[in-house]
């Protein structure tokens, strides 16, 4: 009871190849050929996310590492039903995957507008008004170089040579016993 040996109809969840090649593990039953997914990543800013690498099998091009398998788990004595099991298994990736597209279809366009206009201020201010603040004061810095030096030079420098004449004449001797 609780472990079946028959083979089930929806073998196409058993195949791990298949299986981790696709979050649409249902939705679409593609052949043995798999297109190569663009790389919506390539300075890779969010590898934290990936799954880690299994021998034999590629990386998860899921929502991140948190997969069924490190949520649900059953002790090996406790097993429930094998199609409640792999039921259970496909529900979890459907939903993750349905709410994923749904946030991301609600919400990406109003980021990338609120973002895209966040980092056009800050692109604009940096170019328009720090820039040349900068430039400025390293312009003006050669003439404020000569003043510090020149206000150094006058009160820091001679308490500095009279404190290290005066330093100068201790003498530290250390005798073992």
């Known amino acids: 009871m609780g472990v079946e040996k028959e083979k089930l109809d929806t073998s196409i969840i058993m195949d791990e190849d298949e299986f981790n090649r696709s979050i649409e593990p249902i939705l679409m039953k593609k052949g043995k050929v798999y297109s190569e997914a663009p790389i919506r990543d390539p300075n890779e800013i969010n590898t934290h996310l990936k799954g880690p690498v299994v021998a034999g099998a590629c990386l998860r091009r899921s929502l ?6 490190d949520m649900i788990g ?13 039921g259970s298994h496909a529900t979890f990736e459907l ?15 109003p980021m ?7 980092f056009g201020v800050l692109s604009c201010v940096h170019i328009w008004l720090v820039m040349p603040v900068v430039q400025s004061s390293m312009m003006l810095l050669p003439s404020a170089q000569k003043i510090w030096r020149s206000l150094t030079d006058i009160f820091i420098a001679p308490l500095f040579q009279s404190l290290g004449k005066c330093l100068s004449s201790i003498q530290i001797q250390t005798t073992e016993n």
């Not at 059953?74 to 792999?86: G, N, Q, T, Y």
């Not at 939903?95 to 366009?109: D, I, N, P, Q, W």
């Not at 990338?112 to 966040?118: I, R, S």
């Open 112 to 118: 990338a507008f609120t973002l895209g206009l966040v």
């Open 95 to 109: 939903v993750k995957f349905f709410f994923y597209r749904l946030l991301t279809t609600l919400l990406a366009v």
């Open 64 to 69: 991140g590492s948190v997969g069924f398998e």
């Open 74 to 86: 059953e002790p090996s004595s406790a097993h429930s039903f094998d199609r409640v099991w792999i």
